[in-house]
């Protein structure tokens, strides 16, 4: 232990300060709600969604300042601001699946929003208290570097000289949100496509045998959007261009090869069907459909390979996490004699084994609802209890190594969904009781190792700043309870306004849910016996051929497949903005500290253009849910006026943080890129 007692916290134990106040709660749930709603927009469009620490330590830190708020007030607003973001991803990757699936008929019922409530909150107070139990080990384990968490302390810390940076945050917001408005009143167009037809050939063969062969290709600009392009700007410009070598794969290769080869037979079949007069609208329909009908299943066939090469890849990390969270358990119930200090003060051992033990029975209540069978329900919930555990352990243990943004939480998702899938198989629980029982398992599953993640993370945070961690615990309950109880109004408004303006909903075009399209059709496809395996295979070995290639994320390349050519596009146009800021940097010689600046800064800006847009979105969808008519400006927008979005969107993410680069003899901050 006396290792454990030189690490002093910038705030000492034995300090009596605000911490866990009124306000600092209340800012905390309102955070937690806007990013978790700005979360759930994003991830359900572009399949990623963004750490929500940073942007919820500056706004924690803003506002606390008018009320001359104490750094651990700030820090506790922060880790309950953020605890939303990880229900969204959890949410997200997970009840969309229940109507893709085809469990639920419809999206909005109350039957349906307390069965959604229901799984995240379980899913996510299970995270905390298995959490709670190995926090001590974990943040103070000298291996593991934490870097957003140390990013996100040192953000709090410069706070304290009044430099937190939020005018870039509500600065891009609010240039986020204009550009969304002017977007939706058809002030410039939200993207253009042309559809660009082949010669007509008929293609012979040996034996006699020809076919005729004609069809074309679309083509597609990038759709002007400010969170797609926060989206590749935050993650760079290699992974973006992963991304959208996907979306070339997609509507460069595969949709032309198809449309050469089924495009007479597809028109056939339409003039068969009384369609008389073809023309480019008929051609661009006739590549959605192959699109979502053979390349969407190709991209998820991908996706599970390259989830388990993910797994595969951190084998080592996933292993030594594993080999550690059952010796944790025992180092952390023998270290009960430190809890007088303040700064190590867990919520009491006894209530949180009361509360796995609730949860348990809750989970076991959802479990036998779904499915119907007791046996089914019970061997379901001793999954969810073991897999939690160890899912919640691994993806601590991976925070501490590489940062929540990077926690592979879908890949452990599917993991847990097919072993569930093939014991509800093995047991007889077959169709749709059986496809809900399993995503019931997944989705649970989900939202705990996203919330224990990003728990973990925001212990560290406090382990550094000085902060109690029984407080921050109870407070994230409170976090776990409100974004549980309004997560699902959020996905609700997007489908149901989606499908009011001409879209087909969640799962559709307008929001692709990758995640949870994938979850859907390997639970309908183990139990139900309803999966493509033909083209599932094919993505399958086309991902082992971009492992053996050597691409550094397979699942990036098949979410740019799965998502449309417009998102992959943006998230592209994003990442050359990074790629371009880089370059001037390093032609104007910035050293490390103002390089650092520069990331933090435009981290910042692009958080603040991602929830512009999300919000305005959430409004407007709103809008169209409740059927209130927006005004048109023009009824066909031309695209050149769009490009000048892109640019303007390009000089402030560029512009704004060189000049803000500080002097090269000032103090380097950690980036908040780590």
Known sequence: MSE???????????????????????????????????????????????????????????????????????????????????????????????????????????????????????????????????????????????PESVAASEIHKAGRSGKSGAKFLFWAMGLGALIQILKQVQFFAASWEKFIYFAKQKLSFSGGASVEASGGALLSTPGVSPAYMGVGYIIGPNLAALNFTGGLLAWGLFVPLLLYFLGPELLSSLQANGVTEVTDETWIGLANQVWRSIVRPIAIGGMLMSAAYTLYRMRKSLGAGLSRAIGDVKKAAAGS??????????????????????????????????????????????????????????????VGLIGSSNNPISGLTISTLIVAAILMVALGVTGMPGIAAVLGVAAVICVAAAVAGEMLQDLKVGHILGGTPWKMQVGDLFGILLSAAVMFFPLLILHQGDINTGGTGLGGKAYPAPQASLMAILAKGIVGGDMAWPLIIVGILMAIGFILLKVKSP???????????????????????????????????????????????????????????ALVGLLFAFFAVVEIQTPRIFEAPSFLVSLLVFVVVGYVLISTPLKNAGRPDEPAPPSAMA
């Open 4 to 146: 454990q007692k030189r690490f002093v916290p910038f705030v000492s134990p034995e300090t009596n300060m605000a911490e866990f106040t009124i306000r600092a709660l209340v800012i905390g749930l309102i955070m937690s709600v806007v990013l978790g709603a700005a979360n759930a927009y994003l991830g359900l469009k572009a399949g990623m969604t963004i750490a929500a620490t940073y942007p919820a330590a500056v706004i924690g830190m803003a506002v606390l300042r008018i009320f001359k708020g104490s750094i651990l007030e700030e820090n506790f607003a922060r880790t309950v601001g953020s605890i939303g973001e990880s229900v969204a991803a959890g949410a997200i990757f997970t009840i969309p699946a229940f109507m893709i699936a085809g469990v639920w008929q419809e999206f909005w019922s109350v039957r349906h929003y307390l069965e959604a409530t229901a799984i995240m909150f379980v899913g996510g107070v299970v995270g905390i208290l298995f959490v709670t139990i190995l926090r001590r080990v974990m943040v103070e384990d000298r291996e593991l570097p934490f």
């Open 555 to 613: 699942m990036l390349v098949c979410v740019g497949m799965y998502l449309p050519l417009e998102t992959s596009f943006a998230i592209f146009i994003g990442g050359l903005i990074k790629g371009i800021l880089d370059k001037i940097s390093e032609k104007r010689k910035l050293n490390d500290a103002q390089k650092a600046r520069v990331e933090n800064n435009g981290v910042l800006l692009a958080s603040g253009l991602i929830a512009g847009e």
């Open 337 to 398: 004699s430190h809890e007088e200090v303040r700064t190590e003060k867990d919520m009491p051992f006894k209530w949180v084994f009361i509360g796995l033990i609730l949860a348990s029975v809750a989970t076991f209540i959802i479990y036998n609802y779904f499915s119907g069978d007791v046996v089914a329900a019970l061997v379901a919930t001793i999954v969810m209890i073991v897999a939690g555990f160890f899912f919640a352990a691994v993806s601590g243990y991976l």
